[in-house]
């Protein structure tokens, strides 16, 4: 098992940055695929990012291609997601997801959903004023 804190959530002007962080413990940190989904008032939690749990591959929602990015520190276990030039549909609660890695790996195009992930944070409120 392991337990996931989302945190680093803010308020910020369009344009603007935001790291969010993803603590995990109990199981090892690599022996996992991780997510980030959001979810705005009214509507559905959506994908934003996924990172392979041998961190070769990255995964990112049309939307946030080229603005976010997913990362993760073995040492630190934690995962990040880099927010740049943020906009107001950006805002949302932001969710960080683990999936239990195993063998063989699962298919990639099932991380876009929310099905894999085993273990769910709490949420942090990201909110972008224009």
């Known amino acids: 098992q392991v337990h996931l804190v989302e945190s680093g959530g803010g308020l910020v002007q369009a344009g603007g940055s935001l790291r969010l962080s993803c603590a995990a413990s109990?199981?090892?940190?690599?022996?996992?695929?991780w997510g980030w989904f959001r979810q705005a008032p009214g509507k559905e939690r959506e994908f934003v990012a996924a990172?392979?749990?041998?961190?070769?591959?990255?995964l990112y929602a049309d939307s946030v291609k080229g603005r976010f990015t997913i990362s993760r520190d073995n040492a630190k276990n934690t995962l990040y997601l880099q927010m740049n030039s943020l906009k107001p549909e950006d805002t949302a609660i932001y969710y960080c997801?683990?999936?239990?890695?195993?063998?063989?790996?699962?298919?990639?195009?099932?991380?876009?959903?929310?099905?894999?992930?085993?273990?769910w944070g709490q949420g942090t409120q990201v909110s972008v004023s224009s």
């Open positions: 997801a683990a999936a239990s890695a195993g063998w063989p790996p699962r298919n990639s195009a099932s991380l876009y959903r929310e099905n894999p992930y085993d273990y």
């Open positions: 109990g199981r090892t940190f690599s022996s996992y695929d």
């Open positions: 990172l392979r749990w041998s961190g070769a591959n990255k």
